[in-house]
């Protein structure tokens, strides 16, 4: 297991649930911007999130910015020591820094000094753009052996400085080059693990890059907090990373299971399952898929008896196609012939079984339904 760390109210490694993290994009020094962004990530999700620390006026800025934020923020410095220890004293809960640009030996003792102080933790991030050159000299390219032991050396500098609060991170833009760097990583020491490719471009290829190097790690019990990097507006980036945890049973919340449908379907079920989706993302039933890590609510939609009823019994709710109708499956129980429309019966079920009386009048929930 790796060592903890705290971060405000998070906390990263020694069996923590993973934590999902993102980045703004606003200009820092427009609190009232970066603000609602940071806002609009946490109602997203997003556990932890990072701001850009680049010139005096972010330094200025931030206190602003950490006092409106719901959620425990970190300071991204390059080059500069006294932006470091500006964003430290502002009152950022965690600090990522590059300690080969931060300027030599003795700057990196007097942020690490100031950090012990603050009680707030420092990342070391590499990333395949920024290797420093003796290790791409020693190694040709970014490799992940590169990755991992310029991570390293950086994490021993810290070291040297008398710090060990210390999150590693080693992402190339390369999906097995990242696998194959957090690999070497969590054998050679036990500081908890950031995941993420970097730079893994527009959202239609960096949300698989990322799955798929993110949930390799995490299918081998490697990682403690991860960001999934997409260009463009960062709350897709914590949805991203969120439904990653979903799929490995690692956050709790809604898992819908749905056929893709052949010649054999009896009802349309996509937009069954869309249908579903959308009341269940109303207020009434958030009890039912909480965002944390207290399991998975299962709704199946299948479209014929081939799979159909197998799914449906293992799922919390379920309702399978057939040549004359659907069968309802509620927590396994024998099934409940469906005439009419089966996501309506859906629906009612659960708000029969799971629905909270009186929080909600049941027109809310039809038209989230009805979208
Ligand atoms: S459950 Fe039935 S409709 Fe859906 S993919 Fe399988 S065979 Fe086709």
Redesign the pocket.
């Known amino acids: 297991m790796t060592r903890a760390v705290r971060v405000g109210s998070a906390r990263i490694g020694g069996g923590a649930p993973i934590t999902v993290q993102s980045m703004t994009n606003t200009d820092t020094r427009d609190w009232e911007s970066t603000s609602l962004q940071i806002r609009a990530l946490a109602d997203a999700g997003c556990d932890i999130v990072r701001v850009s620390v680049y010139d005096d006026e972010c330094v200025k800025a931030s206190r602003a910015i950490i006092d409106a934020s719901p959620v425990p923020l970190v300071a991204d410095v390059h080059f500069r020591t006294d932006l470091a220890i500006g964003a430290i004293e502002s009152g950022f809960a965690k600090l990522r820094i590059n300690p080969g640009n931060i300027g030599g030996e003795a700057n990196v003792r007097r942020v690490a000094d100031c950090a012990k102080a603050h009680g707030v933790p420092i990342r070391v991030g590499v990333n395949s753009g920024s290797l420093e050159k003796a290790m791409l000299a020693k190694h040709g390219r970014p490799t992940p052996e590169a990755l991992a032991e310029s991570a390293l050396s950086s994490a021993r500098t810290l070291e040297r400085a008398g710090f060990d609060q210390i999150v590693i991170a080693a992402k190339s833009n390369n999906t097995a080059d990242t696998i194959c760097a957090y690999r070497l990583l969590s054998k050679w020491c036990d500081y908890p693990l950031h995941l993420g490719v970097t730079e893994a471009g527009l959202p239609e290829d960096g949300v698989v890059k990322s799955a798929a190097a993110i949930g390799a790690l995490l299918a081998d019990g490697i990682g403690d907090t991860l960001r999934v990097s997409l260009s463009g507006d960062p709350v897709p980036e914590a949805e991203t990373g969120i439904r990653i945890l979903r799929a490995l049973g690692l956050r709790g919340g809604l898992d819908i299971i749905a ?4 010649g ?2 009896c009802m349309d ?1 996509a937009s069954v399952a869309a249908r579903v989706k959308a009341a269940l993302a109303a207020p009434r039933f958030a009890h039912i898929a909480p965002n944390g890590p207290d399991g998975l609510f299962k709704v199946a939609v ?3 008896v ?3 009823p197998g799914e449906a019994r293992e799922a919390d709710i379920g309702v399978a196609g057939a040549p004359d109708g659907a069968a309802l499956f509620v927590k396994g129980e024998s099934p409940v012939p469906v005439r009419g429309d089966p996501a309506q019966a859906l629906i009612d079920a659960i708000e029969r079984r799971w629905g909270e009386p009186g929080s909600h009048p049941r027109e809310t929930i039809l038209k989230y339904a009805r979208g």
């Open positions: 056929c893709p449908t052949c054999r379907a079920v299948m479209g014929c081939v799979n159909g």
